[in-house]
Nanobody, 126 residues
Framework: QVQLQESGGGSVQAGGSLRLSCAAS????????MGWFRQVPGKEREWVASIDTVVGTTYYADSVKGRFTVSQDAANNTLDLQMNGLKPEDTAVYHC???????????????????WGQGTQVTVSS
């Protein structure tokens, strides 16, 4: 079991930036893929970005490519999401996610998540 706790959400104006952080605890070494999803009330959870924790390869949804950057700090067991150029449509609850043990990021992200964080609200006003 891996425990995930997000921080860093808040409210910004369009064009602004926020940095989310996810603190991971438990046996994380076997989790080869970690990432971020977001959810708006009444809609399905949407994949945002993933990182292969072994080789560092990153993956992004088309909607955030070029604006968001996912990174990991292996020493501190944290996963970050730097969000620049924020748009009102980025408003959502952002969840940190850890994939199933020993599964890398090449599979469909929605199929491999094992653990979720509680989420942190991001609100972007126009």
């Amino acid at each position: 079991q891996v425990q995930l706790q997000e921080s860093g959400g808040g409210s910004v104006q369009a064009g602004g930036s926020l940095r989310l952080s996810c603190a991971a605890s438990g046996y994380t070494r076997s989790r080869y893929c970690m990432g971020w999803f977001r959810q708006v009330p009444g809609k399905e959870r949407e994949w945002v970005a993933s990182i292969d924790t072994v080789v560092g390869t990153t993956y992004y949804a088309d909607s955030v490519k070029g604006r968001f950057t996912v990174s990991q700090d292996a020493a501190n067991n944290t996963l970050d999401l730097q969000m620049n150029g924020l748009k009102p449509e980025d408003t959502a609850v952002y969840h940190c996610a850890a994939g199933r043990p020993f599964i890398d990021c090449r599979r469909d992200p929605t199929d491999i998540v094992r653990d979720w964080g509680q989420g942190t609200q991001v609100t972007v006003s126009s």
